[in-house]
């Protein structure tokens, strides 16, 4: 049994319902991401945990035992938010030993349990200031040990790093993570960044529409978009419209260039039309590039972007873009030549809508 | 110097006059209670009567009591307003307003007409009833100050999410609201009770048609009855004045000096 499990969650507001039948079984210690645009109702489902939404219908157990009737206060979860949610009023130290002292814990617990959790986000130092004389990153990291303090059976982290700058948002998700496996605990974490939730997280749920659109690893998700929407949300991708000749020999016609897929399309008919998905760094223009299908096009533009150089190229009225690595022998072609494009047929994804 | 300028240290210059000039006239003749010589005479008598220390305690001790009942009421009543029924905010914001469009003394007969001794609840039948229905019109007059203070205050933080960071960490709803919100709308309270202070102590209205023995309706006595001594109590009512809203500075001061940062 999974040691946190969301079953057929609903929720609406009003007459609008804004999370469909949400389904996920999370494992003890796993890392899950949300991952979605704005207004997704990754954000709902994560409340919806803590306890702050109540579901419209279905089920949420941690550890076999249901929630759905639990006032937040009693599901011990730890929660940090995007605002970080430090009490003003009290120090760094009485900012950690909140929870403990709701808890009824002894004094001597508290200061050591408060001391530990400092040296676990190493800001042991800073224990007498207050959350406005801290920096950004500094107030999430005491908000993730004021989370964890009180030993949650379940971290919720609501978009943690959206406030930071750049540079503090990469140290601090590797601070996280590596914060996750010592401790090993049950982490939910929303973003709408697809580099953050590729990088950390266990598994993926890309959602889109109140939906789980796929649930998979970082690689799986990246990789093997299962939906259109996964597919143009994650990474960049080349959607390519191809007409199916042959659905038994996985044969279709990219324009009037003819290609044998590794993908079934069998469920189609001959003249349907089929989405197909190409990463842009899957394709090259060497001749020496490992390839079993080819595409032959006009180059539309190439744009020099640092490491890499981005071609795009027309094949049959699409569009397809790739990248090549950047070095002193390479010249980029130039718009109107005709170029051959060389990848792997398993590259090529049958994509669903 | 430009004309702009020129006429903005006019208009000053006239405004400071209209205010200070009376405020000087008034402490000269206070302190011409001795003939031929500046004197605190007045202060002196004011000081030494008995019946002022009475009122001004008694309207020290229900500016108190006003201050901690009406922060009792408003305090929870700001909160649960924005974390939980924003939609009746506009209704609430006018219904605080109210006490500054009816007047005091229509207020004070719709009290006498609720609760006189021959009704259900008969607050006016005794001394404490009555000392308990001046309190709670007090806090009535000084409810569009208090809210609007601790609103604001409200407003400077996040509400919501401190509220829900609290619960997360299991805390209930008497420790969320004193240990949680009630220090980061500190300053909202102080200016709050500043300015109630300020109202309570010299307002004449309630206390004398309710027949108590309060700063205001001394102040109107003595001024009817004497030459030198009101003079003398309206410098001290405007000093109480003045330090509360001196008070009032300090604290958004020290307010600005430490933002409540969430």
Redesign the interface.
């Known amino acids: 049994m999974a040691f946190l499990e969301l079953a057929n969650l609903k929720k609406s507001f009003g007459n609008t319902q804004v999370v469909h039948d949400f389904n996920m079984q999370i494992e003890k210690g796993e890392f899950i991401s949300f991952l979605g645009p704005s207004g997704c109702g990754k954000t709902t489902v994560l409340r919806m945990i ?3 939404e109540t579901p419209s219908a279905g089920r949420i157990a941690i550890g076999g035992k249901e929630q759905n009737n639990l ?9 940090v ?1 995007q ?7 009290m120090t760094v130290h009485d900012n950690v030993a ?2 403990l002292k ?2 009824g814990t002894q004094a001597t617990e508290i200061d050591a349990r408060v001391k530990d959790m400092l040296g676990l986000i190493k800001l042991d130092h800073l224990a007498d200031r ?3 004389q801290l920096s950004g990153g500094q107030q999430q990291r005491v ?1 993730l040990a ?2 964890l303090a ?1 030993r949650p059976q379940v971290l ?1 982290l609501d978009e943690p790093l959206s406030a930071l700058d750049a540079k503090i948002r990469v140290s601090l998700r590797e601070e996280i993570r590596a914060i996750q496996q010592k401790l090993g605990i049950t982490t939910v974490f929303v973003t709408h960044d697809q580099e953050e939730a590729l990088s950390i997280s266990d598994r993926i749920v890309v959602m889109n529409a109140g939906r789980a659109d796929q649930i998979g690893t970082p690689f799986e998700i990246y990789n093997t978009p299962a939906t259109r929407f996964v597919a143009s949300f994650v990474g960049t991708l080349n959607m390519i419209e191809a007409k199916v000749v042959d659905p038994s020999a996985n044969r279709i016609q990219i324009g009037d260039q003819g290609v044998t897929l590794k993908q079934s399309v069998a469920a189609f008919k001959a003249g349907d039309t089929v989405s197909l998905a190409l990463r842009p760094e899957a394709g090259s223009l060497a001749e020496s590039a490992p390839c079993d299908t080819k595409l032959t096009g006009q180059v539309v533009s190439a744009h020099f972007l640092g490491s890499v150089i981005r071609t795009r190229m027309n094949v049959g009225g699409n569009v397809i873009s790739f990248d090549m690595f950047n070095s002193p022998g390479v010249t980029p072609p130039a718009a109107g030549e005709t170029v051959t494009l060389r990848f792997m047929a398993a590259d090529l994804l049958v994509i669903r809508d | 110097m430009k004309t702009s300028r020129l006429g903005a240290w006019i208009s000053i210059g006239f405004g400071a006059i209209y205010f200070v000039l009376p405020l000087i006239a008034t402490v000269e003749f206070s302190l011409r209670m001795r003939r031929g010589a500046y004197s605190f005479d007045a202060y002196a008598s004011v000081f030494s009567e008995a019946q002022f220390r009475e009122t001004f305690g008694y309207s020290m001790l229900m500016a108190l009591l006003t201050i901690v009942f009406g922060m009792l009421l408003v305090v929870p009543t700001a909160y649960w307003v924005r974390l939980r029924l924003p939609q009746i905010r506009p209704i609430v914001e006018f219904i605080t307003l109210l006490p500054l469009v009816i007047p005091a003394i229509v207020i004070v007969f719709g009290y006498l007409r609720m609760y006189n001794s021959s009704s259900i609840l008969p607050l006016t039948g005794s001394t404490t009833g009555t000392n308990i229905l001046l309190v709670l019109s007090y806090i009535t007059l000084s409810l569009p100050y208090m809210y609007r203070a601790v609103d604001t205050a409200m407003r400077a933080i996040d509400v919501r999410t401190l509220t829900e960071a609290a619960e997360s960490l299991g805390a209930g709803w008497a420790t969320i609201l004193f240990k949680c919100i009630f220090p980061n709308v500190m300053s909202g309270v102080l200016s709050g009770a500043f300015i109630t202070l300020a109202i309570v102590m010299g307002e004449f209205t309630m206390a004398a048609l309710l027949n108590r023995p309060a700063f205001g309706p001394y102040l109107q006595l003595v001024g009817a009855n004497r030459a030198y001594e009101p003079s003398a109590l309206a410098v001290i009512a405007f000093s109480i004045t003045w330090l509360s809203m001196g008070l009032l500075q300090l604290v958004s001061r020290f307010h600005k000096a430490a933002p409540a940062k969430s």
């Open positions: 803590a306890g702050f006032k937040p206060n009693k599901r011990n979860i730890g929660m938010f605002a970080y949610a430090l009490f003003p009023n909140f929870g709701v808890a207050y959350p406005y908000a004021r989370a009180v919720l």
